[in-house]
Structures are given as structure tokens and as C-alpha cells.
């Protein structure tokens, strides 16, 4: 295992048996809106390399892109766990916030700058894309 994870109640646990492949802060209005916070963090991994426990609850909408966007709850205490999207094939996004394991949480970019709260700090050392960068940023070369 290379870390784990869970939702506020515990019901709702996860290991992941690879690294992240990218670890992103995205300022969409999307993520806002569904983390209930200025910003979210994603930890993407291989999705064949999580192992969840527990019952979640679905929610699919359409992303900008055009791409089907579901968000993963906890069942008990609505704890935000995971997203997957339909153009990313074999990647889940783990939100940062339930990872146990905090030390590995390192975004390396800054997504939706356009979106972004105007008062929100940023890390100004991560370069920025105002929207998600083209092609694949998430698979390592």
C-alpha cells in the first residue's frame, strides 16, 4: 500500500497500491461547489489500484468539456471521496482531504486559474492553467 484513506464518519475507507500519478489544485467552479471550499485538491491515481470499502452514493453532471463528470459521497455523512471523468480512462481523483497519509500531498499545478476566488491565495511557484491543460497531464511520460 502506498497510502490510505477515509470519510469523516469512517465508514467509507480506500488504499491505493500506486503513487499518484498527479496531484492537482483546481479552482473550477465545480469544485467549489462540491467540496464546499475556495479550492479543491485532487490526487489522481490508477482507479485499478484503489481499493474502496464501504457505500457510496453517486453524482453525474456534464463538465464544460462536455465530459460526464461523477462524484463519489459517503452514504453516512456525505463526505466528498472521490470523481472520476468520462474522458480520463482508468483515473480516479481522490480528494485530498480524506488522504491519511498528508505528507504526500504536493499539487504540482494550479487548474481554472480563470475561476479561481479572487481572494484566494495562490502558490505562485506551481505554474497555472486556466483551464485543465490539453492533452493527458495526468500519465507520466
Request: hydrophobic share 30%.
Amino acid at each position: 500500500m502506498k497510502f490510505s484513506g477515509q470519510c469523516l464518519c469512517g465508514q467509507v475507507s480506500y488504499k491505493s497500491y500506486a503513487e499518484p500519478v498527479l496531484i492537482l489544485n483546481c479552482h473550477c467552479e465545480d469544485c467549489r461547489r462540491s467540496t464546499g471550499a475556495v479550492y479543491g485538491t485532487n490526487v489522481m491515481v490508477a482507479e485499478d489500484q484503489l481499493e474502496i470499502h464501504g457505500k457510496v452514493s453517486t453524482f453525474s453532471h456534464k463538465a464544460k468539456s462536455g465530459n460526464t463528470m461523477t462524484k463519489r459521497f459517503c452514504v453516512n455523512c456525505g463526505t466528498l471521496m472521490f470523481g472520476n471523468s468520462s474522458g480520463r480512462t482508468n483515473v480516479v481523483s481522490i480528494r485530498a482531504g480524506t488522504v491519511d497519509q498528508t505528507e504526500i500531498i504536493n499539487p504540482v499545478m494550479n487548474v481554472f486559474v480563470d475561476s479561481k476566488i479572487s481572494s484566494t491565495p495562490i502558490n505562485n511557484d506551481l505554474p497555472k492553467a486556466s483551464e485543465m491543460p490539453e492533452g493527458e497531464p495526468w500519465k507520466k511520460d
